[in-house]
Structure formats: C-alpha cells, structure tokens
C-alpha cells in the first residue's frame, strides 16, 4: 500500500479553518501541507512589533504593514509572514488576503525557524513572484535580503520557476526595498531597536 499526504488547496484550508479544525493548533499552510506554528519567543515578538511600528513611521500612507497575517499564494500556500508589506487597499483585504501583486516585500524575524525560512519559505516566495524577501536572522544579528526574481520562461513566467537573483547580508547601514527607493531603512533598527 503506497501512503500519499493529502495535498490542501487554499479553498479547502479556509473552509477547515472556518469549521475551527485548527483553532487550538496555529498552521499555515505550505505548498498543500499545513505545518505547525513554533510559538513566538520574546525577542521574536518584540524585534517584529517594533519593526513593523518603525516601517509605519517611515512608509506613513504609502504602504499598510500587516504583523503576522495571511498572504494567499497560487502554489497552494498561505503563509503568515511575521510582517508583509502590502498596498494599502483598504476594504479589498475583506474579500481576500493579500495576493501576490499586492504585496511589496515580506520580512520573516528566526530564530527556530531559520532553516525553513531560508529555504523553504524563500522558495515559496520566489515561486508567487514575491518581488523582496527579507529574513531578520536572530541568532546571528543580521538581515538576508533577497531579491531581485528571474524566472526560467521570461514570456510566460512560469510560477514553478522563479528564484532569488540576489543575496544581500547585512550587519549595518541602509538598505532601501525595492518598491521605495527613496526609503533608507536602518539594519540596526530591525535587530537592536
């Protein structure tokens, strides 16, 4: 007897999350499978708090900052960023999270999750065409930025295909996200607020 894992669209996650299957137990859900939520430990909570307040001073009404809220992916994934960067389209988001063309850059704040984030959850993202993907590493201060997407058919842009052309680290300084030039973003307010 051969076992294969039931693969979730994001259809079928919203209706058990709506049944409540999942209220004692936080998911997301990552190319058709649901994987459980670490729980978030103090430096985590307090360095996203603190950049997600730090990017609405310096992004005012430009951008909305969502802290720790689904993002609906074409690859049958529905992650929650610790903060996205979306366009403020206000009631929209009522109808729907967050998809791709919405959203200008994701920031992941690990620890526990670093592996994941650096290979799993940046795949995931190049895939949905997620055009920047910040990782704040916390158990060696510093910020992985990527981006800069290819995909292997630049006429079709085939979503199974995308990956990150850059690969930036940073320890201090600025960094301006791709969708604000015009913003300089301090490193060492992401990691020692």
């Excluded at 049944?19 to 996203?48: K, N, T």
């Excluded at 992650?79 to 729907?96: Q, S, T």
């Amino acid at each position: 007897m051969t076992v294969t894992p039931y693969q979730w669209t994001v259809e079928r996650y919203h209706q058990a999350v709506e049944a409540g299957l999942f209220d004692d137990q936080p998911v997301e859900l990552l190319r058709g499978e649901l994987v459980i939520m670490p729980p978030e430990r103090e430096p985590h909570a307090y360095y996203s708090v603190e950049t997600g307040d730090y990017l609405r001073q310096l992004l005012g009404q430009r951008a909305k900052i969502r802290d720790a809220k689904p993002i609906t992916l074409p690859n049958h994934s529905e992650p929650e960023p610790d903060i996205a960067v979306v366009k403020p389209l206000g009631a929209v988001y009522l109808a729907h999270h967050p998809y791709p063309e919405d959203i200008f850059w994701v920031i992941e704040f690990s620890n526990a999750t670093l592996t994941k984030d650096l290979t799993l959850k940046q795949a995931i993202y190049a895939e949905a065409g997620i055009r920047e993907y910040w990782i704040v590493n916390l158990r060696q201060p510093e910020l992985i930025v990527f981006r800069d997407l290819v995909f292997r058919d630049l006429v079709f842009r085939d979503s199974a295909e995308g990956r990150y052309q850059t690969e930036l680290h940073l320890t201090e300084g600025t960094v301006a996200p791709l969708a604000f030039p015009d913003i300089q973003i301090a490193v060492s307010r992401l990691m020692n607020a």
